[in-house]
């Protein structure tokens, strides 16, 4: 039993160490590749469900890893937060997006108005020089608050409700909106949804999935329609995928929406192929 024990012992370390290395090269990899901007942004449409019209993208962040291709968010924004390296990596999106919409304006003026949403970390808001940076990219893009959309978590929000408040005042005197990622799956304090200028819930795709089937998600869904329809909130629904599921969406008065049955996220130049005409 001891020879045993002292095996499963040294597997486990093994293990551990080779899950360690793996990290540390992972973590290697990306701060060379932010170093070298090796990643890209892919926009998904986001839509007025009863009538299809575009009314904005979601800014999704990929890695183009120098031999594994593609990489999605799932497999390194942990990392990148562990590490802090998600501010970075969120100020570089948040420019690039912002610059590739003032491009999208200029070129495609007659498809506008249309809003970028790009999706902030708890790192980025506890930054002392968030607005600056904002700011600092408002004036070299040349795009009005107006025309973005910050999507953070509800978890952010309670963490520190005062320097919150303050940041999303800061915020909404630029007429930048707030949009509260993944609603439902976090604590979802009811409480402070009245107390801060939010402007808009995104119901999680793991309510959306099983809307159907499920009465139980069909319920969170209702209820998260009649709460922000009392705190004159928009819903936007993540992950649409079947026409059933836009279809239950609709008569429960979900007004906008996202997701494969639409489009994935694209490419800028496949976006442009795609949703944005000239005159
Ligand atoms: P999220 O903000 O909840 O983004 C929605 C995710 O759902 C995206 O995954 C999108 O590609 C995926 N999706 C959209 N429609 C469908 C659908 O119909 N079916 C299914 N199965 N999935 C759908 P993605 O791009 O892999 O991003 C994953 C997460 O990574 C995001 O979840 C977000 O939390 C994070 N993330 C992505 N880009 C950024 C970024 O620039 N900064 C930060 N801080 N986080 C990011
Ligand atoms: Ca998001
Ligand atoms: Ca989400
Ligand atoms: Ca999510």
Redesign the pocket.
Known sequence: AKTQEHNSYKFFDEAMHAQSLNRLNLEIDLRKSLEQEAFTIYY?PIFELTNHRLIGFE???RWQHPTRGLI???NF?SVTEETGM?VLL?RW?FYKACQQMAEWKHKFANCFPLKISI???AKDLSKPDLIQAIDSTLAKTGLDGDSIIL?ITENILIEDIDQTIDLLAQLASRHIQISI??FGTGYSSLSYLHKLPVHTLKID?TFVEKIQTENCQYKVVSTILALSKQLGLTVVA????TARQLQQLQQLGCQFG???LFSH?LAATDIEATFLQGD
């Open positions: 998904q800014a999704l962040v999605f968010p799932n924004i998600i969120d999106i999706n902030l970390s999507e990622d993944d795709r993540e992950g649409i995928e996202q997701g494969y996220p």
